[in-house]
C-alpha cells in the first residue's frame, strides 16, 4: 500500500511538474508574441512617418519644382516664342500630372476598389515590366475579399517585389495565389540570390509585409535557400 501511494505521489509530483513546464512555456511564447507585436507596432508607426517625409520630399522637390518652372514660362511668355513656350508647357503638365498620379497611388491605390485586385495586379505588371518580370498564378475562381483585405495583399505583392528590385539579382518574381476552404494561400518566390533572414528581419522592407499580414490574421512563413531564390508562403484566413 506503501509502495502504491509513493508511487501515486510521484505520478502526481511529475505530472504537477510536466504542467507547470507547459504553462511557463505558454507563458513565454505569449511574451515573444506580445514583443514581437510591439515591435511591428513600433517599426510600422516609423514606416509610416518615413513614408509621410518620402512624399513630403515627392511634393516639394518634383511638384514644387515643376509648378515653379510653369510660373516662369507663364510668366514670360512672348509672342514670338509661344510655339516654343506652349510645348514647355505641356510637357511640364503632363509630367505633373504623372507625379501626382504616382504619388496618389503610393499613399492609397485609388483604383484598386474600382478594379479589383487582378487587375490591379495586372496593371502593377505592366508599370514594372522594364525593372522585372512579375509573374502572376492566380486561382482561376479566385474570390474577391473586401477591400481592407485586398489592399493589403497588393501592398505585400508591391513591396515584396520593390525589395526585390532594390536589393536582389532576381529578374523574376511569381505570385502564386489559391482558394482554399479555410484560407487564402499566397506564395511569392523570386529566383535571386535570396537572404539571411535574421540578417535581414530588421529591415523596414520586411517588418512592412510581416505587419500587413499580421493585420489580416494571416501565418507566414519565409523559406530562403542562398543562391536559390526567397520564398514567403502566406495564409490569410477566409
Given at each position: 500500500?506503501l509502495?502504491?501511494?509513493?508511487?501515486?505521489?510521484?505520478?502526481?509530483l511529475?505530472?504537477r511538474?510536466?504542467?507547470?513546464r507547459?504553462?511557463?512555456?505558454k507563458?513565454?511564447?505569449?511574451q515573444?508574441e506580445m514583443d514581437?507585436?510591439?515591435?511591428?507596432?513600433?517599426?510600422n508607426?516609423?514606416g509610416?512617418e518615413?513614408e509621410?517625409?518620402?512624399i513630403?520630399?515627392s511634393?516639394?522637390?518634383d511638384?514644387g519644382?515643376?509648378?515653379?518652372?510653369l510660373?516662369l514660362?507663364?510668366?514670360?511668355?512672348?509672342?514670338?516664342?509661344?510655339?516654343?513656350?506652349?510645348k514647355?508647357?505641356t510637357?511640364?503638365i503632363?509630367?505633373?500630372?504623372?507625379?501626382t498620379?504616382?504619388?496618389?497611388?503610393s499613399l492609397?491605390?485609388?483604383n484598386?476598389?474600382?478594379?479589383?485586385?487582378?487587375?490591379?495586379?495586372?496593371?502593377l505588371?505592366?508599370?514594372l515590366?522594364?525593372?522585372i518580370e512579375?509573374?502572376?498564378?492566380?486561382?482561376p475562381?479566385y474570390?474577391?475579399k473586401d477591400i481592407?483585405t485586398?489592399?493589403?495583399?497588393?501592398?505585400?505583392?508591391?513591396?515584396?517585389t520593390?525589395?526585390v528590385i532594390?536589393h536582389?539579382?532576381?529578374?523574376?518574381?511569381?505570385?502564386?495565389?489559391?482558394?482554399?476552404q479555410?484560407y487564402?494561400?499566397?506564395i511569392?518566390?523570386?529566383n535571386?540570390?535570396?537572404?539571411?533572414?535574421?540578417?535581414?528581419?530588421?529591415?523596414?522592407g520586411?517588418?512592412?509585409?510581416?505587419?500587413?499580414?499580421?493585420?489580416l490574421?494571416?501565418f507566414?512563413?519565409?523559406?530562403n535557400?542562398?543562391?536559390?531564390?526567397?520564398?514567403?508562403?502566406?495564409?490569410?484566413?477566409?
Amino acid at each position: 500500500m506503501l509502495v502504491l501511494i509513493i508511487i501515486i505521489s510521484f505520478i502526481l509530483l511529475a505530472y504537477r511538474s510536466f504542467i507547470q513546464r507547459i504553462v511557463q512555456e505558454k507563458d513565454l511564447q505569449f511574451q515573444a508574441e506580445m514583443d514581437h507585436q510591439k515591435e511591428l507596432s513600433i517599426e510600422n508607426i516609423k514606416g509610416q512617418e518615413d513614408e509621410r517625409k518620402r512624399i513630403a520630399i515627392s511634393v516639394h522637390d518634383d511638384i514644387g519644382n515643376r509648378l515653379n518652372i510653369l510660373s516662369l514660362w507663364l510668366n514670360n511668355l512672348e509672342p514670338e516664342n509661344q510655339e516654343a513656350s506652349k510645348k514647355v508647357i505641356t510637357s511640364q503638365i503632363t509630367e505633373l500630372i504623372d507625379s501626382t498620379r504616382n504619388i496618389s497611388h503610393s499613399l492609397y491605390p485609388v483604383n484598386l476598389e474600382k478594379l479589383g485586385l487582378i487587375l490591379y495586379l495586372q496593371e502593377l505588371v505592366a508599370n514594372l515590366s522594364q525593372n522585372i518580370e512579375l509573374i502572376l498564378d492566380i486561382d482561376p475562381i479566385y474570390e474577391k475579399k473586401d477591400i481592407f483585405t485586398e489592399v493589403q495583399i497588393y501592398r505585400v505583392i508591391q513591396e515584396f517585389t520593390t525589395n526585390v528590385i532594390k536589393h536582389s539579382t532576381a529578374n523574376e518574381v511569381v505570385v502564386y495565389i489559391r482558394n482554399h476552404q479555410k484560407y487564402l494561400t499566397m506564395i511569392i518566390s523570386d529566383n535571386g540570390e535570396s537572404f539571411d533572414y535574421e540578417k535581414a528581419k530588421k529591415g523596414m522592407g520586411l517588418k512592412n509585409i510581416e505587419s500587413r499580414i499580421v493585420s489580416l490574421k494571416g501565418f507566414y512563413k519565409w523559406k530562403n535557400k542562398i543562391g536559390k531564390g526567397s520564398r514567403l508562403i502566406i495564409n490569410i484566413p477566409n
